[in-house]
């Protein structure tokens, strides 16, 4: 801006006060800012680094990925389920116990530890969804209930088989409860014993 | 504010009325400020003494001998306004005497600039209280880009992915609100009180 150009400019803010006054909060708005940079305050560094913030977000979540992973995968023993469903000849390893209901068994069958395959002996629908739960007795206290399946398949009208990762009970009786889905047939009980 | 025309200001005030004087001071205080502001070097309290000066010495001369034509009154209050800080600053140099920078820095007078630093606390409350207010990030970022970085408008609307309209919406909204923040806050009434009306 010339001298002239400026001594235009000033004449016509004194003319139009409303147009000086948009000026002087300007000039204080840009002070304002200026300050607020200077100082230890964070408004800019939101502003100014998206960027940054989207990154932090990111290693926030990739962080609480990995703890999870870790979870999951750094401790085998604690990731594996209590009670699952047998899938494949992969879990044909490891001992086995079988269950049944004898009339006038005075022992229950004791569970072995690690990874146990369980055969349900009974007389099965194969065409039926069972449920499966997993309880531990104790005497004078209710049941407590420590896992379900859901949608199991016997793997013959004989046999119905689960998983129960021994390593995860303490001693204690427990019981296996099983369900015919959808129906109001009287459930069946296999006790067993884990020292 | 209604404006009044420099003839019939500088006719009324000739006359004796001292309610032109009041409207004479209100309509040309803004003015004189963003003039003298450039001229004082953020001096806050010469600021304030050069356009009361200003003031005094246009409405004495409009009660007493007037000025040649009325219609440029504007002109005529700019032109004094520039002398007076023409003046001060050839005082301040005549004033001038050579110190110790190095004592002087360490010791520092605490009244001094007191009125500056209030200014420029009170722009930067301002200043925060508009930026925690604006819903985008991209504002904010828009406001440091134009008045910090000195970016133009195009350069900007480039720079970010914005129209022209998105930008000067944006603007337009932190300036009226940074405005409506400091009136909030009395900036005006105290500018005025300054005066000593």
Known sequence: ?195 | MDFVPGGELSRRIRAGDVSAEGELIRQFEPGLRVLLRRRTGGDHALLQDLVQDTLLVVIQRLRGAGIDDPQKLAAFAAQTARNLAIASLRKAERQRTDIDSDLTDRNPDPAQGVEERAADLEAALAVRALLRELPQPRDRLMLKRFYLDDHDKDFICKEMDLSEAAFNQALSRARRRFRQILEERGFSKRDLLSLGL
Not at chain 1, 142 to 152: N, P, R, S
């Open chain 1, 1 to 195: 801006m010339s001298q002239a150009e400026a001594e235009a400019f000033e004449e016509y803010c004194l003319a139009n006060p409303e147009f000086a006054k948009q000026v002087e909060f300007e000039q204080r708005l840009k002070l304002g800012l200026a300050q607020v940079a200077r100082g230890p305050t964070a408004e800019f560094v939101r502003s100014n680094q998206p960027v940054r913030w989207k990154i932090a977000a990111a290693a926030a979540v990739l962080l609480g990925l990995s703890a999870a992973f870790y979870a999951f995968h750094g401790n085998p023993a604690g990731s594996r389920p209590l009670l699952a469903a047998v899938s494949g000849d992969a879990q044909q390893a490891g001992s086995t116990m079988r269950l049944a209901l004898v009339r006038g068994a005075e022992t229950s069958p004791v569970l072995q530890g690690g990874l146990v395959r369980v055969e349900i002996v009974g007389l099965f629908d194969t065409g039926i969804h069972y449920s499966v739960t997993l309880d531990r007795l104790q005497p004078k206290k209710a049941i407590d209930t420590l896992a379900t399946l859901y949608g199991q398949h016997p793997s013959s009208p004989m046999t119905l088989e689960v998983l129960i990762d021994s390593d995860q009970l303490e001693a204690a009786t427990y019981s296996l409860r099983v369900r015919k889905q959808s129906s109001d047939e009287e459930a069946l009980d296999f006790n067993f014993v884990k020292y």
